[in-house]
DNA sequence: ATCACTAATGGACGATCGTCCATTAATTGT
DNA sequence: ACAATTAATGGACGATCGTCCATTAGTGAT
């Protein structure tokens, strides 16, 4: 922890010039992330890579130690990114009712900020060559632990309101994550004939089978 | 048209030896597939293709035109097969419930033969890469025409039943194809956690959501 | 101003990429 | 038996891959 550390945020971006190792890798990540969406995985190079950051070549083994590295801390960062963005969009006050949180999952998931050409590309190139690089697989799964639990914690309280088989809350949360993770791919496959609201609807009238007299529009 | 054409099955597989260049072609597909699955499309290369299927070098610019035109002659067959099996897997009698030929496609998509490890690698792998390669793209759709018109037909026969909402067919089917998607992406993920038979059941209870009276088991 | 230190450069390296074609081998037709 | 035809071979080719490191340049401390 140095001093520079502790400066407000403005006077802390100041090296900004010939030396900064941190931003420099941050604008490999960006580049890297760029590319993949651009011209797909099987043609991004370390030579598209540093060439779109406007870095010399030896960056990439400097900082990361290879491009399989800079791959997986790209892939981190990204789905960071998204589970970030994830929290802000979600973030309701106290006294929001679990259908509200749940609307506000499923809404956020296929907004314009997480639901997007670069993001669906990039996301879908790393899920491709997931099985074959062990470091990618883990930031590749729509299963995440805080997203899981929020929309678990609120079909919970769905169900306790009504009288439902057992599992009811588990099989509604997995089965959200399943349609949204479908309508994610309807968006790769067919942008132009893809519809945000029909998509929200689509899901609604799902989760409002589970739980009726919910989710109506 | 030779007169080999004309004779029996049997007669007609006979060259088998030096020279058969369809079945050539079809070693050179399977190995591609089989490569993608096993080492990743991005290490999939013309060498390792051709090692494995133990021919010589230039059979894929002789055969192919190029490595960009066997993968997508890969991808085409790939899609293919699947749709065959699909069909060969939900050919019930013409007396079949709308709801056992919901269920038929459910259980085919989510079988042993459909959906195991080295389809769901070669499926992901080849959407990961569709965004860049348009010639594969077109393969790496899970709205297929029949598969959509089939699940379409029950349901509206469903939906006649019952009084519904506008769109209520088109809504079931869709989401029904994007619950399946969604599970296919589970399996790649963790398919020691995976189970099939919770798999149909989650995607019943929401199709009972819509269809009150239906899929219950 | 000088020094020590580290960020950054960019070219060299061997390996591998995908394409192409001169050659060889197998088959067919006469 | 002998062309004619076509399948198949495998090495050569230039381009590009990812890695690495000797060198240069910028920074902060004295």
């Keep these: 922890m140095t001093i520079k550390d502790k400066l407000p945020e403005e006077l802390r971006e100041k090296p900004a010039s010939k030396r900064d190792p941190a931003a420099k890798k941050q604008a490999l990540i960006k580049a890297t992330l760029d590319t993949i969406a651009e011209i797909g995985i099987t043609d991004t190079s370390v030579s598209r890579i540093i060439e779109r950051a406007g870095l010399s070549r030896g960056m990439i083994h400097l900082h990361f130690g290879g491009k399989d590295n800079l791959l997986t801390v790209a892939a981190q960062q990204f789905s960071e990114q998204y589970y970030a963005e994830m929290d802000r969009m979600t973030d309701l006050g106290p006294n ?79 089965g959200t994550l399943a349609l949204l993770e479908g309508m994610w791919v309807n968006y790769l496959t067919d942008m132009a004939g893809f519809s945000r609201e029909r998509s929200v609807d689509l899901i609604c009238r799902f989760l409002s089978g589970l739980f009726p007299g919910s989710f109506l529009r």
Excluded: M
Aim: aromatic residues 6%.
């Design 96 to 174: 929001a009712s679990p259908e509200d949180r749940v609307l506000a999952v499923i809404e956020a998931d296929l907004s314009e900020s997480l639901l997007n050409p670069r993001s669906t590309k990039i996301w879908h190139a790393f899920r491709g060559i997931s099985s074959s690089h062990p470091g990618i697989a883990r930031y590749s799964s729509t299963q995440d632990e805080r997203l899981v639990s929020t929309l678990r914690q609120a079909f919970d309280e769905l169900e306790k309101v009504g009288c439902y088989p057992p599992n009811h809350a588990e099989d509604a949360t997995s």
